[in-house]
């Protein structure tokens, strides 16, 4: 087990250093396991952001309904949902007890409007990068206490799961845009 932990985090930190920029054309060179894991929050960052800010307002409320449609989330449900995963997932990185509105699967109710959303996905992303920068050698397998189900027991755990997370509803985003003959940001 210990050494399947190993691979899986030699391969992480491979493959971040294969798509990092290198030293000559980036002063922030990838040196720790922190900054290999924010490096992935970074670039998920961008793109669900990007995706989020390119749906308009009155579109927020889209979700589909033909087909095998139906109950899905709005666009709206799905940042909502995806920034909850994110602070929730941070809160257990940074041992800390996840707030009442982490807690939930939906987000808090009082973020409504696209300006709201928008600010309560961009500081789910603040305390993720926070998150990261708090992951280090001596930390990222060892078991927590808290954490964010029967699966993931460690920090590293943590940060895969919310980067996975993310990517998963940016999926659905880019659909959602797609189907509103909205090209997503990053396909542009």
């Not at 493959?15 to 920029?21: R, V």
């Not at 924010?38 to 409320?61: G, I, L």
Request: aromatic share 8%; glycine share 8%; charged share 15%.
């Amino acid at each position: 087990m210990r050494s399947s932990q190993g691979l899986l985090v030699f391969s992480l930190l491979l493959g971040s250093i294969g798509f990092a920029p290198s030293e000559s054309n980036n002063p922030t060179a990838i040196h720790t396991v922190g900054q290999a894991l924010d490096f992935w929050v970074t670039n998920t960052e961008t793109r669900v952001v990007s995706a989020a800010d390119a749906m308009p307002e009155e579109k927020y409320s889209y979700a589909p309904t033909a087909g095998e449609f139906a109950g899905v989330r709005t666009f709206a449900q799905q940042i909502k949902h995806l920034a909850a995963n994110n602070y929730r997932m941070a809160a257990y990185i940074l041992n800390q007890t996840p707030t009442p509105d982490q807690e939930s699967e939906a987000g808090p109710d009082t973020v409504q409007s696209k300006a709201q959303i928008m600010g309560y996905l961009k500081g789910s992303f603040a305390l993720l990068h926070r998150a990261m920068a708090a992951i280090n050698e001596g930390n990222m397998l060892k078991p927590m206490a808290a954490s964010g189900g029967p699966l993931q027991k460690t920090r590293l755990q943590l940060a895969v799961d919310a980067v996975a997370h993310s990517n998963d509803h940016y999926g659905q985003m880019v659909e959602y845009l797609r189907m509103n003959g909205i090209i997503p940001p990053a396909s542009r």
